[in-house]
Every structure is written in C-alpha cells, then in structure tokens.
C-alpha cells in the first residue's frame, strides 16, 4: 500500500509571510494523482490544489502553489502572503491512478500570527 | 447544490447498538466512500464503491459494514459499536475516469461509543 508522509505536525508563519507544508509518499505506480485538503476548525475537508504526476508543471491556484517532484517523491504545498484564514490542518492525499484508493497524510496544523 | 449529506451529524451511543450513518451525494458520482479520522492517524479509507453494487474494503474495514444499492447512496453500518469505534466520520464521492479524481466531502459525523 502506498503511504504518505507529513513529516512537520505543526508549523506557524506570520501573516503576509511565506509558508512551505512538506508531503512525500512512497508508490510504485508511474501514474497518479496528488492532493492538498484543508481542514478548517469547521471541520469541512476543502480541496487547496490538485496535481497530476503526469504532468510535469507545478499546480498553482492563486497564493496556493505545489513544488511536485516526482523522482523524489515529494509533493509540497506553498502558501504565500499567508492569511489569518489560512489557520487549518492540511492534509496531503494520494490518489491511485485506477481511482480506487485514497491515501492521507497526518497532517500538519497550520497557524498564522497576526 | 451540489454536495454529499451525511447523517448524524453527531451521534452518542453504547457499546453493542447497531447504528447506520447515512451518505447521500447529489453528483452523480460513480464513486463513493468512507474515511474515519484520528487525531495523529490523519484519514484512513473504511471501505470504498466504484459503482452500484460493487464495494471493497481500505485499510481499516474491521468491525464495519456498507451496502451501494443505489448510485447516490452509500451507508455505514456499526453492526456491534466499540469505544475504539469513537471517532470523526467522512463520506465522499467524486467521479472516475479522465477526471483528476477529487474527493468532495460531507461534512463529518462525530461518533462516540460509550
């Protein structure tokens, strides 16, 4: 079974400032998917950013971009002008490329500082 | 809306009581599943549907059980709960395919086991 790892439970960062939440995984598949879940206090597990291992940009969705390296197994999440709703766990997920198995991190809990 | 609805939102029970939590997506999605989640485990899959009738198990299937006897639905059943059973619950869909496979989320059940 595939496994992924957060290595860093808690990290903080200063709003405005640059933030990096670190992800990797092990797998022996060529293809599959990538995934970065936020966790608000609200409990609701909002999809961040999505990446393909097929390709070989980095995702980006506004502050939010991934830095994937595929030969390294590493898929990490940047978050930049860090904002006070940025507060959350983040979650990495990996997706099997036949879609069947979801696998998740531990997470990291993130806060911002005013 | 689109959106998976998952119900209790909160259930308190005791040992032994058979109790179903209910899934619901409005998506038409061919696959569904269910997640629990630990503090320090992050989300492990219970068991997952690729389409009507067909499921199998994740990583964690003991001491549960479901049924996908209609697309939209996908229950959890506790035939017999434990205390080790206590725990947050999740239920998400998404399609398969040529999709980048993202998991849209109910909104949580908190479960516990007396």
């Known amino acids: 079974a595939q496994t992924v790892t957060q290595s860093q439970p808690e990290m903080s960062v200063q709003e405005a400032e640059t933030v990096t939440l670190s992800c990797t995984y092990d797998t022996s598949e060529s293809d599959y998917y990538l995934f970065w879940y936020k966790q608000p206090p609200s409990r609701q597990m909002i999809l961040v950013i999505r990446q393909e291992a097929y390709k070989q940009q980095n995702a980006t969705e506004n502050r939010f971009s991934v830095n994937f390296q595929k030969a390294a197994k590493s898929f990490s999440l940047k978050i930049s002008d860090s904002q006070l709703g940025d507060a959350a766990m983040y979650f990495c997920a990996y997706r099997t490329f036949t879609g069947n198995q979801f696998y998740f991190g531990t997470g990291t809990s993130l806060t911002v500082i005013p | 809306e689109a959106q998976v609805t998952q119900n209790p939102r909160y259930l308190i029970t005791v040992t032994g009581k058979k109790l179903t939590v209910t899934c619901s997506q409005n998506?038409?999605?061919?696959?569904m599943s269910w997640y629990r989640q630990d503090p320090g485990l992050g989300l492990r899959q219970i068991y997952y549907s690729m389409n009507v009738e067909v499921t199998d198990k994740g990583d964690v299937p003991e001491g549960y059980k479901v049924s996908r006897k209609e697309k939209r639905n996908f229950p959890l059943i506790l035939e017999s709960p434990s205390p080790n059973q206590t725990s947050l619950y999740f239920c998400?869909?998404?399609?398969?395919?040529?999709?980048?496979?993202?998991?849209?989320f109910g909104e949580g059940s908190r479960l516990t086991v007396l």
């Open positions: 998400a869909s998404s399609y398969l395919g040529q999709s980048t496979g993202e998991l849209f």
């Open positions: 998506m038409n999605h061919e696959y």
